[in-house]
């Protein structure tokens, strides 16, 4: 079994009056029931105001299910006596690392989760060493955060969380408020703890070429989960995805377009070389000259981002 699970999740916001009643109620969560396997890279897709942020809630045991149950680590969210080996078990990383951040120097910071825990000192400095090698930050320790660009102070952010020894870590748009370069800063830390460190990585995100490299993409739409499998087959179904107003990577639905248009493309995200194979005896037919004799055209690599291509 999963080391989180859902079924049937119910959350709802309710707005109640000055008497305590119900003026409003807003089903966030609808009916989700989800297994996430234990050393799984699972990116979480889906629209603005489609439930990502409410779930993530619910396995750190933030905000409690309306109906439904969730277990971390066969703990239910909902025994209170379990909240704290929850939130070590399960930790969250935030939007805005700003929000995150309160020590005074990189190593400081690091260490105060494990020292709130009351973890014994010489145990403190060597999650923190471990911690910030881990996130590629062991340079910086003596920095204070405010130096930092926005990725590395979202990378001592995940450093904190990692010194709590979390067999899981939730991330809500961990880079929505970072560079193209920061994003990937992260994205790859990310990757480095879920293959080094086997912890199991629920990413909630925006961006399609984020999700590419996970082991599984679940989609959600008004608090339904919708769609789920690997990346391949997510982005098999282009049409699904717009219809839950999810933007497809360039390069795949470039592919689509020129599939609709009689080229015998393989389904799903292609490879560099899929897409090369591909298209290159086309665009050659087509454009002889501009063609050069690596087998390359420039052009073509200006239809998708670097990631998006893989
Ligand atoms: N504190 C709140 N009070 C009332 N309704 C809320 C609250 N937070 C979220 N909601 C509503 O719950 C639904 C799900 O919101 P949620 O933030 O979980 O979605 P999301 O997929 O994370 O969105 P986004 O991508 O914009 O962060 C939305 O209808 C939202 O308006």
């Not at 989800?34 to 990502?52: E, R, Y």
């Not at 193209?180 to 912890?199: D, M, Q, S």
């Not at 739409?221 to 769609?227: A, E, N, T």
């Amino acid at each position: 079994m999963g080391i989180i699970r859902a079924s049937k999740l119910i959350y709802e916001y309710i707005r109640r009056d000055e008497d305590e009643h119900v003026e409003e109620v807003n089903r966030a969560i609808d009916q989700l029931t989800v297994d996430i396997k234990k050393g799984d890279f699972v990116a979480v897709l889906g629209h603005n105001g489609s439930g990502k942020s409410t779930f993530a809630k619910q396995i750190n045991g933030i905000l409690l299910p309306s109906g439904g149950t969730v277990w971390v680590s066969d703990m239910n969210t909902s025994d209170e006596s379990h909240i704290w080996d929850i939130r070590k078990t399960a930790g969250m990383v935030f939007q805005n690392p700003d929000n995150q951040i309160i020590g005074n120097i990189v190593e400081e910071d690091v260490g105060f989760g494990p020292e709130n825990l009351g973890v014994p000192t010489d145990e403190i400095w060597k999650r923190v060493d471990r911690s910030l090698a881990a996130v590629g930050m062991t340079a910086y320790r003596l920095k204070s955060p405010n130096k930092l660009s926005g990725g590395q102070k979202q990378r001592v952010a995940i450093a904190g969380v990692m010194a709590m020894k979390p067999q899981c870590i939730i991330l809500d748009e961990p880079t929505a408020m970072l560079d193209p370069n920061g994003r990937k800063e992260v994205i790859a830390t990310l990757h480095e703890l879920n293959k080094k460190e086997n912890i199991t990585i629920l990413l909630i995100t925006h961006y399609m070429e984020e999700v590419i490299d996970a082991d599984r993409v679940i989609v959600m739409d008004d608090g339904k989960l919708v769609m789920d499998g690997t990346p391949r087959e997510i982005f098999s179904h282009v049409q699904e995805l717009k219809s839950y107003r999810l933007d497809v990577p360039q390069v795949t639905e470039l592919a689509w377009e020129l599939k609709k248009a009689g080229v015998d493309l393989p389904d799903g995200i292609l490879s560099r070389e899929e897409f090369m194979n591909a298209i290159l005896p086309l665009m050659k037919k087509r454009f002889p000259d501009q063609v050069n004799l690596e087998g390359y055209c420039p052009d073509v690599g200006t239809f998708g981002t670097e990631s998006a291509v893989k």
